[in-house]
């Protein structure tokens, strides 16, 4: 199994920095996640640990190898692209042989390599048919073996699932993570969707702007991410403006327009005007108001959605609204009903910027 260490890894197109002093570490055999919105350099990084693009400085470790001016056929990785570039006149056989032909394998050493490739990805039986014959999950399942094929010491995936309908994305998430657990190989996969990181990462990075913003296991950045980007980014939330009252080691004291929350998140903030941030799935609709983290307002909205509703409560004392996720309703609250919410004080995350 291969790690990689990113240091200092800068890209410049003309004066304008796409991807800015980024340092990385990526645990062997780990599926790593880049996440961002479009244009905030995780493509571009990604091309750069391919050897598709030449950083302007930095330098990129596979193990103990400085790869960052290795041309991209000898760092040992295997590719799999958003639109899947499969050879639209070659059999999924072909398709996945290519690759050792070009390396010049025997030809029995490339039908047990195929032939296990694609058994791996439960395409065996498909190896005569021709991509225009596959589904799109069926043709991502060829991309895959195409890519692990050759047995690469690291697989990039760019957006792999972005062209698959829902339930075929839910579907490929598991054989991604399948795949990866069984062969053991350090994965490098980008995408700009939030659902796929926290269902599937071991790690993972938020980029903005070229910069990495944030980094660290799924959980840990959900609920307790640095700032108001990352949490915002990474699933709906609610932010509060809040002023500090009072803290100490084990717990802080917010004064918000709506009442007073108490905060056990911590390390707290080292500033006095802040915001809270409060998921919507944190919060409860309650009969009996709490000891602490109550808040009071009247129904603006309800959606029911099968398994969840969702709520839209204006708060009393502000104009501020906030969303309340209700796991299997059972009745929606008349519009204008009042209503009181309580969130635990773990789930209240305070953030400085």
Not at 182 to 205: C, F, N, P, R
Not at 305 to 318: K, N, P, Y
Request: with cysteine.
């Amino acid at each position: 199994m291969t790690a990689i260490r990113i240091e200092g890894l800068v890209k410049k197109f003309g004066d304008t920095a796409a991807v800015s002093d980024v340092n990385l570490e990526i645990p062997p055999g780990s599926l790593f996640f880049l996440l961002g919105p479009s244009g905030c350099g995780k493509t571009t990084l990604l091309r750069m640990i391919a050897g598709f693009t030449e950083p302007t400085d930095g330098r990129i470790f596979f193990g103990d190898r400085n790869v960052a001016r290795v041309p991209a056929n000898e760092r040992n990785t295997g590719m799999v692209f958003q639109n899947y570039a499969l050879w639209p006149h070659m059999t999924v056989f072909d398709n996945v042989a290519f690759g050792l032909e070009v390396r010049k394998l025997g030809r029995d050493a490339i039908r047990e390599k195929v032939r296990g490739a694609l058994e791996l990805v439960r395409m065996g039986e498909y190896a005569a048919r021709k991509p225009a014959e596959l589904s799109g999950g069926q043709q991502q399942r060829v991309a895959l073996a195409r890519a692990v094929v050759f047995e690469p010491s690291v697989l990039l995936l760019d957006e792999p699932l972005s062209n698959l309908d829902a339930k075929l994305r839910l579907e490929m998430r598991l054989e991604i993570r399948r795949i990866v657990d069984t062969l053991k190989i350090t994965t490098v996969y980008v995408t700009h969707d939030q659902d796929e990181a926290l269902s599937l990462a071991d790690g993972m990075a938020v980029l903005k702007g070229g910069h990495v913003i944030q980094t660290g296991a799924p959980r840990e950045m959900y609920r307790r991410p640095k700032n108001r980007f990352v949490a915002d980014f990474l699933g709906d939330t609610n932010f509060l403006p809040a002023m500090l009252v009072r803290s100490d080691a084990a717990e802080a004291l917010y004064k918000t327009a709506a009442g007073n929350l108490v905060s056990t998140a911590a390390p707290f903030p080292n500033v006095t005007e802040l915001a809270l941030s409060l998921r919507p799935e944190a919060v409860r609709m309650v009969r009996e108001p709490g000891a602490r983290n109550t808040l009071v307002g009247a129904v603006r909205s309800s959606i029911y959605l099968g398994g969840v509703a969702q709520h839209e409560v204006a708060l009393d004392g502000t104009e501020a609204t906030i969303r309340v996720a209700e796991l299997n309703p059972k009745t929606l609250p008349s519009i204008g009903a009042r209503v009181l919410l309580e969130i635990d004080a773990d789930d209240v995350v305070p953030l400085a910027e």
